[in-house]
């Protein structure tokens, strides 16, 4: 039976990953600054990870949330702990696009409205309502297309002020470092405003932290840099290192009710073990420490290299933008320098995601590589 063929594939056949590199099946070490699209939060195949997972597929590997599962709890526990969300609660799912599709349905259930208030190059996932507050109409299917959802501009505060009071939107969502757009933020005054006008209007804040979250940005969530409270925040990525697992912090002032969301493999006993190997490990190592470092010497080293444009994003979520199309530089870096990066919907940026155990070692072997790449562009 072939695959489906809906990925564009770069020929290399990754077969093993250790920290901050992978290797092919000719045994080619990649040093990888893409982190599988930032989903490589503490590094491939961490001990911690390694032990957690197996030690409990070894005792059990999964049951339904019909019973207790003690391991859920401590990883709410956690998060809560580490992340400093005090008093929200956790519902956790299998991916970034259902923590979203659960977010705004929380939303519309709570506030008995449906419309959406999403931003262009915004991106939230591909399931029903996550794709539609999506912009990009070319993944939106007809089907998709039915969700009320209106679109305005980044820092457009007047235009959130004017359709919030109309008083039919359940949720404002939003990336505070947009990923795959291409490393775009809002100003402070725009994301506090967005906050307030909210509240003032019973509209749900979702905060979309799948790729930002997770110490990322520098810090636990990108939301933290501003002064903010959003009713969800929804995260997957780096929280699980590569296993799938999502999630949303609810707000301790929004109420549950019994089968209000579900699902059957989201809060499994295996996700939650790497979910919680993953946040020990971040704590222990000072991730989060380590990624305010990195982007520090990160940005400096791109400022000496003329060809860069402009450095967008944060912590160790950025772009580098060229006045050129990437993609031959990008492939260049893969097939001559084994070195991963990302791409965005803006063809002149390269997009930066390692591991948070990065240093400057793999920083420095990178910037050699670029400019070295660099001399046939
Ligand atoms: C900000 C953001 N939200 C949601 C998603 C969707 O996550 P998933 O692919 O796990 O469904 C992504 C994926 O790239 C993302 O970057």
Known sequence: MPLFDVYPLYNVTPVKGKDIFVYDDKGIEYLDLYGGHAVISIGHSHPNYVNAITNQVSSLGFYSNAIQNPIQVELAKRLEEVSACKGYQLFLCNSGAEANENALKLASFKTNKSRVIAFNNGFHGRTSAAVAVTDNPSINAPINQQHKVTF??????????KELEKGDVCAVILEFIQGVGGLDQGTSDFFEKVDALCKANNTFFIADEVQSGYGRSGKFFAFQHYNVTPDVISIAKGMGNGFPVGGILIHPKIEAKYGMLGTTFGGNHLACAAGLAVINTLVEEQLIKNVNFISNYFISEASKIPQI???????????????????????????QHHIFTGGASNKKLIRILPPLTITKVHVDAFFVALKNALLNF
Request: hydrophobic residues 40%; proline residues 0%; glycine residues 10%.
């Open 309 to 335: 444009k402009n450095v967008k994003g944060r912590g160790l979520m950025l772009g580098l933008e060229f006045d050129f199309d990437v993609s031959e530089l990008r492939k260049n870096l893969i097939y």
């Open 152 to 161: 305005l501009e980044l820092n457009d505060i007047d235009g959130v002020k």
